[in-house]
């Protein structure tokens, strides 16, 4: 039987047509990286105070300074470190004071909310919708629902866009979805309200999904097996670039309704493309349309200068042909798949927890840079810069020393750093900076990890089904992640240790799951169940020097189990 990935290996699995190809693609994932992260400015709070409307007359009146109108109206409190600071959230009322004691006790003096709005430094952001619809104090939960509700929008996206390539196509549903993604963007930008904003957000939340799900797949189907990996790599290379860009923009813009129209019209660079990127010959196969398919296979050997294997694909599509007639290939696995068993229900448990784990403190450090002091666009440009690093070297270690120890070390390394910055003064930025950057850079790598390692850790059957619902799960991390950082209202270290407790608990779960690296790929519900759990009985028994009765029949693809360098590999990640 011919698989349509010996066709790949024959005509080239990463030639000039493949990298063209997969370039072209990716494009349209610097806009997705813009508007995932586009909140961080979008919904910017800058410093504010309460507007006192009778201020100004009884400052003309009484000759009032600004300093001494400031210590008029706004109360001190203390912030978390013990110093004194203006209240953001309350003011003094003045019509029940007595003005001429202007310079005595205060603390007798009536105090009452910001009843009429706030003032806003503009020194930084001139306009935000956080300013424009006052999402601050009591409200501020408002600014966390819009991020959450996104991100439910990206959780229906990634599960719609997905079944839709599959029905109409790759290529059609990502333009469609780049095209439906301008459209939201550009409305987005003539929000009149904070419910408008909200449900335009959704539905870009919603396309953006369209766009990056269906790019990735797009090209994952035209690379041989050995590429895959590395193309979602790159994909999430292009998204990374995307995110530095949007904080270039958002220093040169610094109202967030032309922000949001500029990231939006990025769209329209992409629509060009359709010209330029074909559908995936992989997916035209499988609705039955070999021709199509055939003269796209043709062209990509053309352009990596072989040779079209036209025997090899004659045999393809009849093996194609009698596989359909086969009646147990239809076979129908589900969600309940996952848990079915004891020793897979467990992994199943600490993958999703993973996945989850991860785009929390992602998005939570990736969202609030601003938190950390200093500069918030050179905050936000290094918290997408330093993946890079993340990536390169999650890439170098699992191939030398495995997924498992990495993966722990990356997640329980990046947990403390955000840990510790609860020891930091608030005047030593530079280390608050240096250790939340450790934090990011623990989270990128562990996110590059987890998805190459869940696709080995489940076996061929379900391994589509196992990366679908735990990305379903790192959407549900991203829904809860804003809220999470409204803590710092509570006490301003609160979400770095939330996030970096959970990465620390993430990464020592992980312990349990078994190492893939230089083992055969699972291919049955029944060797998933056994993975891990039998190898490390063989390995017991080999190095007492003896041979399992059953050995054969536990490794179906005539591994060595009791060969001690794999039962080092097998049980401790090294």
């Not at 790759?170 to 408008?196: D, E, H, Q, Y």
């Not at 922000?259 to 019209?265: F, H, K, M, R, V």
């Not at 992640?481 to 620390?504: E, H, M, N, Q």
Request: proline share 5%; aromatic share 12%.
């Amino acid at each position: 039987m011919v698989h349509y990935d010996e066709i790949l290996k024959h005509v080239g699995e990463f030639g000039t047509y493949q990298k063209r190809m997969c370039f072209f693609a990716f494009l349209p994932s610097l806009s997705v990286g813009m508007h995932m992260l586009a909140m961080a400015f979008l919904a910017a709070t800058p410093e504010h105070r309460c507007t006192a409307p009778e201020a100004e007359l009884l400052a003309a009146r009484y000759n009032w300074t600004e300093a001494e109108l400031l210590n008029m109206t706004i109360p001190w409190t203390k912030d978390d470190e013990g110093s004194w600071v203006r209240d953001s959230c309350k003011r003094y009322d003045l019509m029940t004071v007595d003005l001429n004691d202007s310079y005595g006790n205060r603390s007798g003096w009536n105090v009452t909310s910001c009843d009429a709005g706030w003032t806003y430094d503009l020194s930084q952001y001139k306009t935000s919708i956080t300013q424009e619809n006052d999402i601050v104090c009591s409200d501020m939960w408002l600014g966390s629902m819009a991020q959450s509700i996104y991100m439910l929008g990206v959780l229906i996206g990634s599960i719609t866009f997905g079944d839709l390539s599959d029905r109409f196509g790759r290529k059609v549903v990502m333009f469609v979805a780049n095209a439906l993604l301008l459209i939201a963007g550009v409305s987005t930008t003539f929000a009149p309200n904070i419910t408008a904003f909200v449900i335009l957000r959704f539905l870009v939340g919603l396309q953006c999904m369209g766009v990056y799900l269906v790019n990735f797949v797009l090209a994952a189907e035209i690379v041989g097996p050995s590429r895959r990996t590395m193309v979602g790599t790159l994909d999430y290379v292009f998204f990374v670039l995307g995110y530095m860009v949007m904080g270039g923009i958002a220093y040169l813009i610094r109202t967030w309704r032309h922000l949001q129209l500029a990231i939006s019209l990025s769209g329209i660079l992409w629509i060009p493309l359709w010209c330029v990127v074909t559908e995936s010959p992989r997916w035209l196969l499988a609705k039955g349309r070999t021709e199509e398919a055939r003269e796209i296979v043709e062209k990509m050997a053309k352009t990596n200068g072989t040779d079209f294997p036209r025997a090899l694909w004659e045999k393809m599509v009849e093996s194609k042909d009698k596989l359909e007639e086969t009646p147990e290939n239809d076979q129908f696995y589900s969600a309940w798949d996952l848990l079915r068993s004891p020793n897979l229900a467990k992994k199943s448990a600490i993958i999703f927890y993973n996945w989850a784990v991860i785009n929390v403190v992602y998005y939570g450090l990736s969202l609030n840079t601003s938190a950390l002091g200093g500069d918030d666009y050179i905050s936000f440009f290094l918290s997408g810069l330093i993946e890079f690093p993340a990536l390169l070297m999650s890439i170098l270690v699992i191939e030398k020393w495995g997924r498992r120890l990495p993966h722990v070390l990356f997640m329980v390394g990046g947990g403390v750093a955000c840990i510790c910055t609860v020891f930091v003064p608030s005047d030593l930025f530079p280390l608050t900076m240096t250790l939340a950057m450790i934090g990011k850079f623990g989270i990128s790598a562990g996110f590059n990890i987890i998805f190459i390692w869940t696709g080995e850790i489940y076996p061929t059957v379900i391994r589509n089904l196992g990366l679908g619902v735990s990305s379903m799960f790192s959407r549900f991390g991203g829904i809860i992640s804003p809220f999470i950082a409204l803590l710092i209202d509570t006490w301003k270290p609160l979400p770095y240790i939330v996030f970096g407790g959970l990465s620390v608990i993430g990464g020592i779960l992980c312990l349990m799951l078994p190492e893939t690296l230089g083992t055969p790929l699972p291919q049955t519900l029944e060797e998933a169940e056994d993975s891990g759990k039998v190898a490390s009985l063989l390995c017991r028994a080999g190095r007492h020097g003896e041979e399992p009765e059953d050995s054969k029949e536990a490794d179906p693809h005539g591994v060595p189990l009791t060969n001690p360098d794999f039962c080092i590999s097998s049980e401790t990640g090294l």
